[in-house]
Every structure is written in structure tokens, then in C-alpha cells.
């Protein structure tokens, strides 16, 4: 066993009474994941924790946090998430770690992952899980960093003003990128500038000494780096004035090639991500290896391990009814501009191109302009037919060309049966919406048919 915290250490953090002396190798918040010697933190939501502690400790928990009296090892506190947050804090601040912070309306998670993968190549790296990166996401990521870790790569989300700066506030990142800023969460916000500036918020917890990294493509940056005065701020994008300078990129169906430009630096990038919006990803994670002092043309290197992850652009070719198909899985979650990024990396694939798409949710008052606009880039992809699932995907079929028009359904179950009606040998699909319709069981399903 890896010793991650003693229990004396435990109860030190977060001002708590351990039972005993033990120690345990791991956090875990979900006795559904849960693996031995963790330390199991009960945390209050639609149950309480509190009711699965014995089932924890069956499943060989080390200890847990609890707010009363149990039996084994335990430290008891008066609140598990402030706990978990001041345990947090104690894990970051006994690493010498550079913390990477890493934000944006599209893109975040993917852009944590391929950061991971290019700091790993240059020291102990740590990361958020999955996207853990919510109020209690973000300190359970901290919790469980080793004290030997380098790197430590952070993914924080929002919905709502304020989340953003709490989370800044907590960890106190390094370095803090912004990917981009969009229209998503807009059922939470009056306009796309109030998202720019909840996601502003990133720049409070910054250190004096800490560096922002900014997409100078992206008509909020001004607005952010007015709001960032007097902090170290490298920009990325295709503008002769940015830090790191898009100079030529090639787009093709299985990645891209691009060359940056860094002071009178030459970098060439090959991903092999298909789609414009990697190319973006791209420069941003050459710019935080920029604001890291880390040997740039060996971070190069590393980011051609990259490869799209499940549920955010995973390519499977399957055969349905002994046809042979390539589905494009973006099953995890949508908003209006990652939904044109993956309808154009569809149009980058040879064969008949097929969209499964699912309403998009939190989009405000302008819900039904926004799926009606997706049909412009559905023409441009040169998409053969599109099924459509959700309340709101009925505006989008209206808006298309009749010959595109496939099948309308309320739910994943009769779009996988539409979508086997219609597909041929050598079809392309692409299937994306929000994480709540659940197209992600159609992709599975899919996959369990071919198997």
C-alpha cells in the first residue's frame, strides 16, 4: 500500500479526533468505485453518505470522515464537505507541485487530458478524474494528490456565478487557462459576456506570480485580460500579436498539422484528433508548456499520444446487421459550438454522413434559434440524413432540407432503432447531446451489438 495520509494528518487538516493510528492510500466519495484502503468522505446530497459508511468498510475502506460516532477507524468533523475541502488544501500546499488550472465552455476536459499526457513525459503528474470538477470534485482531486507530485493538472467547471472563484480561491493554480467562451449554461446567465465573466473568476485565486493563458480567438479575451491587470497574462490563437501564434494549420480526417509560433520559435504539432477545434487545443496546451518553462519540442512529442476519449469524439467502427460503420462517439454533452466542432469533424470523414443528434440543454430563452442554426453546418458537412431526439431538436428538423430530415423521437431507445433503419455499409455517424438525453447508452448499445 502507497501511503497517501495518516490519520494524525487527517485529523490535523481538517480539524477533526481520529480514532487511532492508521492511514490510508486513496479518497473516494462513492462506495461504488471505492477501492481498499481508501478513506471514504460521506458527503450530503440527494441521500446522505452517512447511511453507506458500513458499506464502505465492508468494501475494506481504510478509515472514513464522519459527523458521528461510527465504529473503526474514523475522524470525526462537524461538516465532511468543508473537511474534504481543508483536507484538499493541505494535500496541494505539501507538494511543491506546479498547480494547472484549466477552464473554458468547451473543450476543458479533453484539454486536461492531453495536458496530463504531455506533463507526464517531464515528472510525476496528477490529475482530475473523469470530469470531476464541480465544488466537490475540484478538493477531492486535491485530497487524493501525492505528496512526491510535480505536476498537478485541475479541471473546473461552473454553472453559476461565484463557483469559479470559490474553486480558484482553494487550490491557488499556478498557471489557469481559459480555453474559450461560448454559449453554454445561458439558462444560468442573461448573455455569453456574463459567462465570460464567471469564468473571469478563474483569475481570483491566481497567484501573484502566476500566469493566464488566454484563446486570442475568442471575442471575450479583451474582456477577460482587462479584468487580469497586473497579472502575467500568454495568449494563443492565430493573430501575429499572440505569445503563441497559429502561423499554418492542415486539417484531415484521422488529426491536423500545425505550425506555432513562439518568440522566433518554429513549432511544428501533429494530433491525431481530428477537427478545427484541435488545432485550438493544441496551441493552448503548447502554451501552457510555454508558461511551465518545460522543453517545448519534447512537449510536442508527447501531445501525438493524444486520442479523442469516450464520449468526446472516440471513433469505433462497428458492424450492425453486417454493416460495416464508423460511429462517432460525442455522446457526453453538447452546446451550440461543441456541437458545430463535431458535426465538422464529421464532414472531414469519407463515406455517408449520419447525425444522431440530442437537444442541448441550458440554453436560456434562445434554446430554439440555437438548435435551428445547427442546420448551416449540417448542409456544409454535407450530412446525408440527421435523426433527431428532444423537444428541441424538432426546430432543427424543420430548418433542413427535406432530403436530410430522418426520423423524429423522444428518447435514445427510438433514435438506435431509427438509426438501424437508416444506416448503410460504409456509413459515418456522429451521436451528440447533452449528457441528460442519453445517447451515451446508444452508443453502448451499438457497441454491445457488434461485439
Avoid at 188 to 202: G, L, N, Q
Wanted: include cysteine; charged fraction near 25%; proline fraction near 2%.
Amino acid at each position: 500500500m502507497s501511503e497517501l495520509w495518516k490519520a494524525s494528518d487527517i485529523a490535523k487538516a481538517t480539524g477533526g479526533t481520529a480514532s487511532g493510528d492508521w492511514s490510508v492510500s486513496g479518497v473516494s466519495i462513492d462506495t461504488r468505485s471505492i477501492d481498499k484502503e481508501d478513506l471514504f468522505v460521506p458527503l450530503k446530497d440527494v441521500r446522505d453518505g452517512h447511511d453507506f459508511i458500513e458499506m464502505a468498510m465492508e468494501k475494506g475502506a481504510g478509515g472514513t470522515l464522519s459527523e458521528k460516532d461510527v465504529a473503526g477507524n474514523h475522524v470525526r468533523v462537524d461538516d465532511t464537505l468543508r473537511a474534504l475541502r481543508t483536507l484538499g488544501k493541505e494535500g496541494v500546499e505539501r507538494s511543491q507541485a506546479l498547480r494547472i488550472a484549466v477552464t473554458g465552455s468547451v473543450g476543458k476536459t479533453s484539454v486536461k487530458e492531453a495536458l496530463a499526457l504531455m506533463f507526464e513525459k517531464f515528472g510525476n503528474t496528477h490529475k482530475s478524474l473523469k470530469s470531476y470538477n464541480n465544488h466537490w470534485g475540484v478538493p477531492l482531486t486535491m485530497a487524493r494528490m501525492p505528496q512526491e507530485t510535480e505536476f498537478g493538472i485541475f479541471e473546473m467547471g461552473m454553472n453559476h456565478a461565484g463557483e469559479l472563484s470559490d474553486l480558484s480561491n482553494l487550490l491557488r493554480p499556478d498557471i489557469a487557462l481559459i480555453t474559450n467562451v461560448a454559449g453554454a449554461h445561458l439558462a444560468h446567465f442573461d448573455d455569453v459576456t456574463a459567462i465570460a465573466d464567471a469564468k473571469a473568476e478563474i483569475i481570483d485565486g491566481l497567484r501573484n506570480n502566476g500566469t493566464l493563458i488566454l484563446n486570442a480567438d475568442n471575442e471575450h479575451t479583451a474582456r477577460i485580460a482587462e479584468k487580469a491587470k497586473g497579472k502575467k497574462i500568454i495568449t494563443f490563437g492565430h493573430s501575429d500579436d499572440c505569445d503563441v501564434t497559429i502561423v499554418t494549420s492542415q486539417t484531415h480526417e484521422y488529426g491536423s498539422n500545425t505550425r506555432l509560433r513562439i518568440n522566433a520559435q518554429q513549432i511544428d504539432v501533429t494530433l491525431l484528433v481530428p477537427g478545427e477545434h484541435w488545432v485550438s487545443n493544441g496551441a493552448a496546451c503548447i502554451a501552457v508548456a510555454y508558461a511551465a518553462g518545460i522543453d517545448l519540442r519534447k512537449a510536442v512529442m508527447a501531445l501525438r499520444a493524444v486520442r479523442a476519449e469516450e464520449g468526446r469524439g472516440a471513433l469505433h467502427e462497428l458492424k450492425i446487421d453486417g454493416k460495416a460503420i464508423k460511429v462517432i462517439d460525442e455522446s457526453y454533452n453538447a452546446n451550440p459550438t461543441s456541437m458545430a466542432a463535431a458535426i465538422n469533424v464529421l464532414g472531414l470523414k469519407a463515406g455517408r454522413r449520419i447525425a444522431v443528434l440530442g437537444d442541448m440543454f441550458e440554453l436560456g430563452k434562445d434554446e430554439i434559434a440555437m438548435h435551428a442554426a445547427l442546420a448551416g453546418p449540417l448542409e456544409e458537412a454535407g450530412v446525408a440524413r440527421v435523426i433527431f431526439t428532444g423537444e428541441c431538436m424538432r426546430a432543427l428538423k424543420g430548418a433542413l432540407p427535406q432530403q436530410m430530415r430522418g426520423t423524429w423521437g423522444r428518447d435514445w431507445e427510438f433514435a438506435l432503432d431509427a438509426l438501424k433503419e437508416e444506416i448503410e455499409d460504409g456509413d459515418v455517424v456522429l451521436v451528440k447531446g447533452s449528457n441528460g438525453v442519453g445517447l451515451g447508452k446508444l452508443v453502448a448499445a451499438l457497441k454491445e451489438e457488434s461485439a
